[in-house]
Structure formats: structure tokens, C-alpha cells
């Protein structure tokens, strides 16, 4: 499972970065390990299920649910690290207006976008590119004869990876030779250059015409008939080059239930799809971050029939089955000595940041009394609420130097106003295209 890294570790700079972005109420995703507390048996499952199913060619779909201010976005990132470790390809993806789920070909535009193998390197670009760099030794000092046979048995082995469509093979061939060949007598630099950003913006899912694309053997560009059979190639070539499957998160599926009706049960089929298709899939995991509206709602899954008679046992029992199709954070949400702790990290943070010495006035009783406050008011499950809470605590102390006289309920009661305006203003554009 992913363990907490030391704080001791940061630079001021990183750990300016990570209040900044907390201060926002926004999840500074590459320190997540920083100040991840508690989920420990969530994780342990996912991490069981990564090791003994996908990365042995399983394929499953799983709902994160839980409240605004629960911590999904924060699990999604933790859930991003702990499977880069593990060797697999991760893409965290935010459904949004101008990347709908009912047009499942710009999801998988904005995944191969947010591809990452390593920390650091993001795109599908990189990912050709670091595979291109470990084929030097086969070419770089290979003869015409030695490269064309190295080529052919190449391409062989492409078209035959299970779930490999022939256009991405081609691709994947094509930018071989444009790396490898010597130029034609007829070609410079420039022309190769350009003839290489064709074929990348073709991974990329830009649309390009036929004209463009038939130097290179492709002949389709990503539309919404091959988006699903292009993402089953794309895992086909993580798992050649060595990955252990990709990892599919998907942020803010809730934005579906106010659109359309028409809009909203084409997002719902491609979820049914991506879970009957995990049947045949392999080396997938697919994540959905929810509310519980959409499992509870008339205009949640319960719209559209043919997703709800796969979802509809969901929340049925009064046990938690931490292995079932859904991970409630609501129903499960962090311990007081978690918070507490989480807590203690974020004042230690703010002190690398600002470069001051925090704890003789945010003490450990302050700290406590603060979680102890939010659980009076039956706010104690909302992270969010809370990290933007300590973090107001600590900006407080290191500005005036003291924190006598402030009420801490009537603090809460301020940000939960701010928290609130800031998701109206996150929800309030509609949009049905």
C-alpha cells in the first residue's frame, strides 16, 4: 500500500506548492503522499485486486462514491500513485463539458493526453517516444538488410498483440521507420519532421484527413466507432512495453445528471458498456468518482435501465462488502485520530513553507479541539471542510502570532459558506451539447 513519505523531504517550494493549491481546495496531486491519511482497507483491496487480477489480465469498473468534500478526488490521487508504482499505465481524467462521457471518442482523446508510465512523463507522446529510445540497439547500428528483417518481425508481432487494432500497429511501424531509415534522396529533415507529427498527432486523436494519413498505412482517424476498440490497442502496447495494464480514472461522472436526457443516457451507455465489456477486456481498471445522487437519484443510474439492473444491488446491505462494485468514502469516512494526524502533517507543511515554527500555537490540543468541533457539528466527514480549516488556523498564527479569541465553530460555519458558493459556481453552467 502506498505509505505517507516523510514531510522532512520537501523543499519549501513544494511545500508552498501543496498549501497553495489545499488553500484553493484544490488536490496538489504529484505530494499526495505527503498528507494521505487513513483508507488503509479501501487500499488494500485495490491494491490485491492490481497485483492477483488486472496485472494477470482481469479487467473490472469500480464507482468511488462519496460527497463533495469527502476526499474522492484525493483518493482518486492516491489510487494514481500507488498503481505507478506497481508498474501500471495510469490516466486521471476529468469529465467535463469539453470532455463528455456520452462522446466516449473525446474521453479517450483526453486519455492518452493524461497518460503517465512515471512521474513526470505525461502523454502518449512521451510514452512513444521512451519506447522509440529503447529500440537504438536494434537499429542504430543495424545494416539495411538487418533492419528491414528486425522491422518485419516487429510488425508481425504488433498485429497479432490481442485487442490490437491494424491502424495503431501501423502507426506504432510507421514511427520506426521515420526514426531508424536513413532519408530518401528526396527527403530532408524538415519533411521527416513533418511526416513524424502526423503520425503523433494520429495517437494524439486529432482528426486528420485520408490524404494525410495514407503514406502511413491508416485509415481512420478516432471517431466514436473506434474509440473503444483504439483503447483496447493502446493496452495491448503498455502491456508489450512492459507495463502491467492502464488504469482508467475518471473524476466528476456527476455532471451527467444535469444535462439532457438524451445526453445524459448516452454517458450512461458507455458506462454499461465499460462494464459488460470488462468481461472481455483485459488488463483494465476502470474508476468512476460519483456522488450518491447518481446511485440514488431518479436522474442517476436509475434512468437508464440497462446500467441499473448491473448497479441496482448497490447500498442494499447494511454491511460494507469492501470488495463490491462500489467504494463508499461516505460510508466510511476517517477516523478522529486520522484527522488529527493529518492535522499534525499539514501544520509541519505550512511551517516548511513559511519557514516559521508553528507548534506552540497550533498545538496538538488546538488541533484536536478543531476535529472535535467539526464532529459536534456532524461536518466531521468533510476533508475538505477540514484541511481548509487547519490550513486558515495556520495562516492565522503565522501572521498574527496568536489565536486567542477565535471560535472555531464559527469558522467552520464561514468556510463551509465558501466551499458551498465556490460548487455553485462549479455547477452553475448547463450544458447539454
Known amino acids: 500500500m502506498i505509505a505517507a513519505e516523510s514531510v522532512e523531504e520537501l523543499k519549501p517550494v513544494e511545500a508552498r506548492s501543496i498549501?497553495?493549491?489545499?488553500?484553493?481546495?484544490?488536490?496538489?496531486?504529484?505530494?499526495?503522499?505527503?498528507?494521505?491519511?487513513?483508507?488503509?482497507?479501501?487500499?488494500?483491496?485495490?491494491?490485491d485486486d492490481l497485483a492477483h487480477y488486472i496485472a494477470e489480465g482481469g479487467a473490472k469498473v469500480r464507482f468511488l462514491s462519496g460527497d463533495y468534500g469527502d476526499g474522492k478526488t484525493h483518493f482518486l490521487s492516491v489510487v494514481q500513485h500507488l498503481v505507478q508504482r506497481e508498474g501500471f499505465a495510469v490516466s486521471f481524467v476529468v469529465l467535463t463539458r469539453e470532455v463528455p462521457m456520452h462522446k466516449f471518442e473525446l474521453v479517450y482523446q483526453e486519455t492518452v493526453a493524461q497518460l503517465m508510465t512515471a512521474p513526470g512523463r505525461m502523454g502518449i507522446r512521451a510514452v512513444l517516444n521512451d519506447w522509440l529510445e529503447t529500440l537504438a540497439p536494434q537499429f542504430e547500428t543495424a545494416d539495411e538488410m538487418q533492419r528491414s528483417a528486425t522491422l518485419q518481425e516487429m510488425a508481425e508481432i504488433l498485429k497479432d498483440l490481442d485487442g490490437m487494432d491494424i491502424n495503431f500497429?501501423?502507426?506504432?511501424?510507421?514511427?520506426?521507420?521515420?526514426?531508424?531509415?536513413?532519408?530518401?534522396?528526396?527527403?530532408?529533415?524538415?519533411?521527416?519532421?513533418?511526416?513524424?507529427?502526423?503520425?503523433?498527432?494520429?495517437?494524439?486523436?486529432?482528426?486528420?484527413?485520408?490524404?494525410e494519413l495514407r503514406p502511413f498505412q491508416i485509415f481512420e482517424s478516432l471517431n466514436k466507432n473506434n474509440s473503444k476498440r483504439l483503447l483496447s490497442s493502446l493496452i495491448a502496447f503498455l502491456l508489450y512495453t512492459g507495463y502491467r495494464g492502464l488504469i482508467l480514472l475518471l473524476d466528476e461522472l456527476e455532471t451527467v445528471m444535469g444535462q439532457s436526457a438524451s445526453v445524459r443516457n448516452g454517458?450512461?451507455?458507455?458506462?454499461?458498456?465499460?462494464?459488460?465489456?470488462?468481461?472481455?477486456?483485459?488488463?483494465?481498471?476502470?474508476?468512476?468518482?460519483?456522488?450518491?445522487?447518481?446511485?440514488?437519484?431518479?436522474?442517476?443510474?436509475?434512468?437508464?435501465?440497462?446500467?441499473?439492473?448491473?448497479?441496482?444491488?448497490?447500498?442494499?446491505?447494511?454491511?460494507?462488502?469492501?470488495?463490491?462494485?462500489?467504494?463508499?468514502?461516505?460510508?466510511?469516512?476517517?477516523?478522529?485520530?486520522?484527522?488529527?494526524?493529518?492535522?499534525?502533517?499539514?501544520?509541519?507543511?505550512?511551517?516548511?513553507?513559511?519557514?516559521?515554527?508553528?507548534?506552540?500555537?497550533?498545538?496538538?490540543?488546538?488541533?484536536?479541539?478543531?476535529?472535535?468541533?467539526?464532529?459536534r457539528m456532524g461536518l466531521l466527514a468533510e476533508v475538505r471542510l477540514y484541511i481548509k480549516q487547519i490550513i486558515r488556523y495556520l495562516d492565522m498564527a503565522e501572521q498574527d502570532g496568536t489565536l486567542e479569541g477565535v471560535d472555531p465553530a464559527q469558522h467552520v460555519v464561514a468556510t463551509q459558506r465558501e466551499i458551498a458558493e465556490a460548487q455553485d459556481d462549479e455547477q452553475r453552467p448547463a450544458w447539454d451539447a
Open 19 to 47: 498549501i497553495e493549491s489545499l488553500r484553493r481546495g484544490s488536490v496538489p496531486v504529484v505530494h499526495v503522499p505527503y498528507f494521505t491519511v487513513g483508507r488503509e482497507r479501501w487500499l488494500q483491496i485495490i491494491e
Open 169 to 211: 500497429a501501423q502507426g506504432l511501424i510507421s514511427l520506426v521507420q521515420n526514426r531508424y531509415w536513413p532519408l530518401d534522396d528526396d527527403e530532408t529533415e524538415e519533411t521527416r519532421e513533418r511526416a513524424r507529427e502526423v503520425v503523433y498527432q494520429w495517437f494524439e486523436g486529432i482528426r486528420l484527413s485520408k490524404r
Open 267 to 375: 454517458a450512461y451507455e458507455n458506462v454499461r458498456l465499460l462494464i459488460d465489456n470488462a468481461e472481455q477486456a483485459h488488463h483494465l481498471h476502470v474508476f468512476f468518482s460519483i456522488i450518491p445522487d447518481v446511485i440514488l437519484a431518479e436522474k442517476g443510474f436509475k434512468a437508464y435501465d440497462a446500467l441499473w439492473s448491473r448497479v441496482r444491488s448497490v447500498g442494499e446491505s447494511d454491511r460494507l462488502n469492501y470488495r463490491s462494485i462500489v467504494i463508499d468514502l461516505h460510508r466510511t469516512p476517517l477516523e478522529n485520530a486520522e484527522l488529527i494526524e493529518l492535522g499534525r502533517r499539514l501544520r509541519r507543511i505550512h511551517e516548511l513553507a513559511y519557514r516559521w515554527e508553528s507548534s506552540s500555537i497550533v498545538t496538538d490540543d488546538f488541533i484536536e479541539e478543531a476535529c472535535e468541533t467539526q464532529q
